[in-house]
């Protein structure tokens, strides 16, 4: 062995466990044929693998497992009071997928998994006869990219077309996918109640604490093929962080953004500041030190955030420079 | 520091002979030391394996840096291998519970790997035989059906292991000695050896490579965790208020770089220890002088 094998982590995806009972479902093919030189491990139960004790949990992100399972009841979930709802009032999410590919040190997923690897639910099918029975009570907007990026993994999954197709066919049904990455999606149809929300940060920002992101060039300009083809754009100025000279910093970034992108083409923006519940900080205080998690944040009805004085700072200045650019009516605050 | 585990003093022996250990007491067990290293010397069966591991680690105890190693023999299906090939095992499957547990493999390893069942007798070969097809043999877990190898202490040492060891420091290596033990046959004490002998080479370059490129370095300098601890003194910090100036440290440390020189400074201008509400709003100032 030399000392250059010695240092390489494994490459992304070189395992794959796969559940016995997703063993036979056709879409476990379909990814397993993706990734022929994996190593695949037959596993009982995804939990067995995902939830292991004191898992390396920073270095499984960087080179990360796959874990192909089912999913179990309940398939859709009641938004969380700490997310916006942009005036929803039947907000559901679902996770297809559990954990990101991408490295952001704020990340709830942090505090939130005990384990960097992904887990792949194959079994769409049964979240989409689940939506369809909620759908005959009310309508829904459903968030889909809740806790990963799912276009990020679409190469991988192939979730997201199959929920645009769900979408099509189902025009009571909004949904939400966000993302921090860039991929072509014109070759999906143009449909109202599918929104693309871009989560947008400052460069600076996006180098320091967002690693493995798209570039803010490469955002913006992925946001821009949304307007530019029809489809209804959400823009995401969420977490903002508070970092040195934040005003010169977001002040320059929002003029950035917004010499790029009408604000009249917008269809909403969200804005937020970093928050975090108190046990997610506190294991990601453990799991993954860095510059984010060491912040001293103040903790108000468990949930950890700036003090009172600084999130007025930010949030006010957020708000003054943003409707400089779009109708106050088009700001969502959380 | 390096834990070996094995069962049988055949292989045991390169180890103790590569790292010149010492015995170093055990009951249940046998304990061999060294600077380096540290051997186990289980016996064979699971109960005996936790029991030594267990004595083991309370008579040296592990730091979350350290690495357990188990290297011994292992029984095969026919036609799954050759003699004397080694495997590096990423699934153990015990055997007498039907529980499944994962070794992390974060780094490519040299070693083809496989799949291990650990049993509580040794294997028939006609039951090694139906293992490789079905599993039904070693275990009544489905998920034993991919199951090829049996040993009789990995599952053993891996629970046990895992209250000191995180899966990523936990490493199984198997060398193939039979296809299954027919009546009355023993192995050969001198080929047990030198089947160790041929691995370890390959199996501590794995392993040492693996300990140097996981994390170990503590957040705080030596010299940052002198001024904070200078700091608190002065600050007649309670645990609440040295948690804060901790945190405070390694946010100043990710921010700017070691922290030290920033907080010998403001312990500089404190004269002598004062009360804990004095202490409080001189924390207070500490936050903001660290966050401007």
Redesign the interface.
């Known amino acids: 062995m030399n000392s250059s094998e010695k240092t390489a982590l494994r490459k992304p995806y070189s395992r794959i466990y796969v559940e016995e009972a997703a063993a036979g479902h056709p879409r476990t093919a379909q990814i397993l044929a993706k990734f022929p030189e994996s190593v695949v491990i037959p596993i009982g139960d995804y939990k067995n693998v995902f939830n292991r004790p004191r898992q390396p949990v920073q270095l499984q992100k960087e080179a990360p497992s796959l874990i192909l399972a089912l999913q179990k009841p309940p398939y859709l979930y009641a938004g969380p009071a700490v997310c916006q709802d942009f005036g929803e009032s039947h907000f559901y999410y679902t996770s297809n997928v559990m954990n990101c590919p991408f490295l952001c040190d704020y990340c709830y997923l942090r505090g939130m998994y005990p384990s960097g690897d992904i887990v792949l639910f194959v079994n769409t099918e049964d979240t989409f006869c689940e939506t369809e029975r909620i759908l005959k009570e009310h309508p829904l907007y459903l968030c889909i990219s809740y806790d990963t990026d799912l276009l990020a993994l679409e190469g991988i999954t192939g979730f997201f077309g199959e929920w645009v197709g769900f979408a099509a066919s189902h025009p009571a049904l909004t949904i939400e996918v966000r993302t921090k990455s860039s991929p072509n999606v014109l070759n999906y149809p143009v449909l109202p109640n599918v929104i693309y929300a871009v989560t947008m940060s400052p460069e600076a920002v996006i180098e320091r604490f967002e690693h493995r992101t798209a570039s803010l060039t490469a955002r913006l300009r992925f946001a821009k093929s949304i307007i530019e083809s029809g489809r209804p754009l959400r823009l995401c100025f969420d977490p903002m962080l508070w970092v040195p000279d934040f005003e010169t910093v977001y002040g320059e970034f929002f003029e950035r953004v917004f010499s790029e992108i009408p604000g009249e083409a917008v269809k909403d923006i969200g804005v937020g500041t970093f928050r975090i519940a108190a046990d997610y900080l506190k294991r990601m205080r453990k799991n993954h030190p860095c510059e984010v998690t060491a912040y001293p944040y103040t903790l108000t009805d468990g949930v950890y955030g700036y003090d009172a004085e600084r999130l007025s700072e930010m949030l006010s200045f957020a708000k003054a420079a943003l409707t400089k650019y779009v109708d106050e009516k088009k700001l969502f605050f959380s | 520091m390096l834990y070996f585990c094995t069962a049988l003093y055949t292989e045991a022996a390169p180890v103790i002979s590569r790292f010149q250990m010492k015995p170093a007491g055990g009951r249940i067990g046998s304990v061999y030391a060294s600077d380096e290293a540290i051997l186990v010397l289980t016996g064979i069966g699971p109960v005996a394996a936790a029991g030594a591991l267990s004595e083991a680690l309370t008579l040296f105890p592990p730091a979350e840096t350290d690495m357990l190693i188990n290297i011994g023999i292992c029984g095969a299906p026919a036609g799954f291998c050759e003699a004397g090939t080694w495997l590096r095992i ?2 153990i499957t015990d055997a007498a519970t039907g529980r ?1 547990f ?1 070794p ?5 390893s ?1 070693f083809r ?1 496989a ?1 291990l069942a650990t049993v509580s007798t040794p294997m028939k070969a006609s039951q090694e035989a139906a293992s490789a097809t079905s599993g039904a043999s070693v275990s009544t ?3 034993a ?2 199951t090829v190898l049996s040993d009789m202490e990995a599952s053993a040492l891996y629970q046990t292991g ?1 209250a000191f ?4 420091r936990m490493l199984f290596y198997k060398g193939v000695s039979d296809f299954g033990v027919s009546e009355g046959t023993r192995l050969n004490p001198s080929d047990v050896t030198a089947l160790i002998e041929k691995a370890l080479p ?1 199996i501590l ?2 392993a ?3 300990l ?4 170990s370095d503590p ?1 705080l300098s030596e010299a940052a965790e002198t001024a904070v601890t200078k700091l608190c003194k002065l600050l007649s910090a309670s645990v609440t208020m040295e948690h ?1 100036i901790r ?2 440290a ?2 100043r ?3 700017c770089g070691d922290a030290a020189e920033f907080f010998m400074a403001f312990a500089a201008g404190i004269e002598g220890p004062v009360v804990r509400r004095e202490g409080k709003r001189l924390l207070e100032q500490l ?1 903001k002088d ?2 401007a």
Do not use: M, N, W
Request: hydrophobic share 40%.
């Open positions: 990423h699934k499944d994962y992390e493999i974060l780094f490519p040299v790997e799949a877990s489905a998920s059906a991919s895992q060891f995180s899966p990523e390959d370059s794995e040492e490579g693996i140097s490129v996981l994390p957040v804060e945190l405070l390694a946010y440390t990710f921010r936050r660290c966050l």
